[in-house]
C-alpha cells in the first residue's frame, strides 16, 4: 500500500476543550504522520465552501455557525491506507454510535460537535488538502 495523505480538522469544541495534543497523539500511535498543520478561524464563508456537498442538508447553516465559531487546526495526515485509518480514529459521525476508543467516542459532545473531521476517500481528500494548503506547505 502506498503512503496516502488526508485532511483532518480538529473542531472549535476540541479546541476550546484543549485537546489537540491528545487528540494528535491518537494519529500517531495510530502511525498516521502529521506533515501540515495550521492553526486558523474559518469564516462563515469558508465554511460554507468547505461543506458545499453537505448545502441541502437541514444542518447546513448550523454546521457552517459551529465550525466558524472559534479556532481550528486543520493538517495533513499521512501514512499507509491514511483516508480509511483516519476515519478508523475518529470513529462514527454520532459519538454516541462510535466504537469505543475512537477519537468521536471520547472527546466528541454531540452529532455536530464532534471533534474531528476526516476526509471521505482520496479523492475528496485530494480536493480538501489543496482547500487549505499548497504544495509548498506539506513538509513530507
Ligand atoms: P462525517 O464528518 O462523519 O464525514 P458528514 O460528512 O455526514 O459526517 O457530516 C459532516 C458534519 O456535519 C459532521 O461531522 C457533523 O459535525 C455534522 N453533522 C452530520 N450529521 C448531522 C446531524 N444530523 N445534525 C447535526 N450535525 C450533523
Ligand atoms: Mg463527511
Known amino acids: 500500500m502506498s503512503i496516502q495523505r488526508t485532511l483532518s480538522i480538529i473542531k472549535p ?3 476550546a476543550r484543549n485537546l489537540i495534543g491528545s487528540i494528535n497523539s491518537r494519529f500517531e500511535q495510530a502511525g498516521l504522520r502529521i506533515i501540515a498543520m495550521k492553526r486558523i ?3 462563515k464563508e469558508q465554511a460554507k465552501k468547505f461543506y458545499d456537498v453537505h448545502k441541502e442538508r ?4 448550523s454546521l457552517c455557525d459551529y465550525m ?3 479556532p481550528v487546526v486543520i493538517q495533513v495526515l499521512a501514512g499507509d491506507n491514511a ?6 480514529i475518529m470513529g462514527a459521525t454520532n ?3 462510535a466504537e ?15 471533534a474531528v ?3 471521505d476517500s482520496p479523492e475528496s481528500a485530494e480536493m480538501e488538502i489543496r482547500f487549505f494548503f499548497s504544495e509548498t506547505d506539506i513538509i513530507d
Do not use: C, M, W, Y
Open 41 to 43: 478561524q474559518l469564516t
Open 13 to 15: 469544541d476540541a479546541v
Open 83 to 88: 483516508v480509511l485509518k483516519n476515519r478508523e
Open 117 to 119: 473531521h476526516g476526509s
Open 68 to 70: 466558524s465559531s472559534g
Open 95 to 97: 459519538p454516541a454510535n
Open 100 to 114: 469505543i476508543g475512537t477519537i468521536r467516542r471520547d472527546f466528541g459532545e454531540s452529532i455536530e460537535h464532534n
Open 58 to 61: 437541514a444542518f447546513f447553516d
